[in-house]
């Protein structure tokens, strides 16, 4: 009885050395046990992420933004809509936001000039101008020349936004000139002119009409490929979360963002 009370007592010392030399193993090699991960290892961003972005990319953005805090519990992205010049005036003038996009380069180099971004700005879409006009297109509208005739009301972005610029380029390139009865901060407030019934139509980009198409129909012309915007993107060097600004930049040019953008209407960049 000494004896077997004695054995099954070495065998539980042996027992017990054995496991000790395993924790000590697996805390000195870092390892965790196989599919287990360490704290904070895939684990998605949290937290808000204050994005500005273009007027033109809010359906796309919405989507996007929507999917990213789907994959990433915890976080939330805010947007503050609005035309690029204005956008890039805020974040130079210290707003606090952790993205920018823009619908142009030029915008976007107010920003990389004055030291604002966090790195180079990346190329995620391109978009170009249509001429929207009310349902059935009752004032027989064509092309950029028909805008020129008298009687026709016009609504064009202003030219310091990206969609004014591109509505410069196009005019001048058809040879057309014309008086618009309004010029607007951002391409949805043109657009928002003809929806409301104050003008007969409006220059605004593809992915706007296609987003409003139960309320305008558009028109193509082929001055517009003269003009095609790229959309930048990038994270700005003093973002509040850069953990997130990082995370939503990637998804964004992600095939997962892209493949919502080009739903929209946007090219591939």
């Avoid at 017990?16 to 684990?43: E, I, K, Q």
């Avoid at 976080?75 to 823009?102: C, E, H, R, W």
């Avoid at 040019?253 to 892209?258: A, P, T, V």
Wanted: proline share 6%; hydrophobic share 45%.
């Amino acid at each position: 009885m000494r004896r077997t009370v004695l054995t099954a007592l070495v065998v539980a010392a042996l027992g017990l050395a054995g496991l000790g030399g395993c924790s000590d193993d697996t805390s000195s090699n870092g390892a965790n046990p196989p599919g287990v991960a360490s704290s904070g290892a895939g684990a998605g961003v949290t937290g808000t992420i204050n994005v500005f972005a273009a007027a033109s990319l809010t359906e796309a953005f919405n989507k996007i933004g929507s999917a990213f805090e789907a994959a990433n519990p915890g976080s939330k992205v805010t947007f503050n809509y609005a035309g690029s010049s204005a956008l890039a005036t805020q974040i130079s003038q210290g707003a606090p936001a952790d993205v920018f996009a823009s619908a142009a380069p030029a915008n976007m180099k107010t920003v990389t000039d004055a030291g604002g971004a966090a790195g180079e700005p990346a190329t995620f879409g391109k978009n170009q101008l249509v001429i929207a006009v009310s349902p059935g297109n009752p004032k027989g509208i064509k092309g950029l020349a028909d805008l020129a005739r008298p009687g026709i009301k016009v609504a064009l972005c202003a030219e310091q936004v990206p969609c004014g610029a591109a509505a410069k380029t196009v005019l001048s390139a058809a040879g057309v000139k014309l008086t618009p009865v309004t010029l607007e901060q951002d391409v949805k407030a043109a657009l928002s002119k003809l929806t409301l019934g104050e003008v007969d139509a409006a220059l605004v980009y593809r992915t706007d009409a296609r987003s409003a198409a139960r309320d305008v129909d558009d028109v193509e012309f082929p001055e517009s490929a003269g003009a095609i915007n790229t959309y930048p993107i990038v994270v700005l060097k003093n973002a509040p979360n850069a953990a997130g600004a990082k995370a939503f930049v990637a998804y964004v040019l992600s095939d997962k963002g892209r493949s919502v953008l080009t739903d929209i209407g946007f090219q591939a960049p």
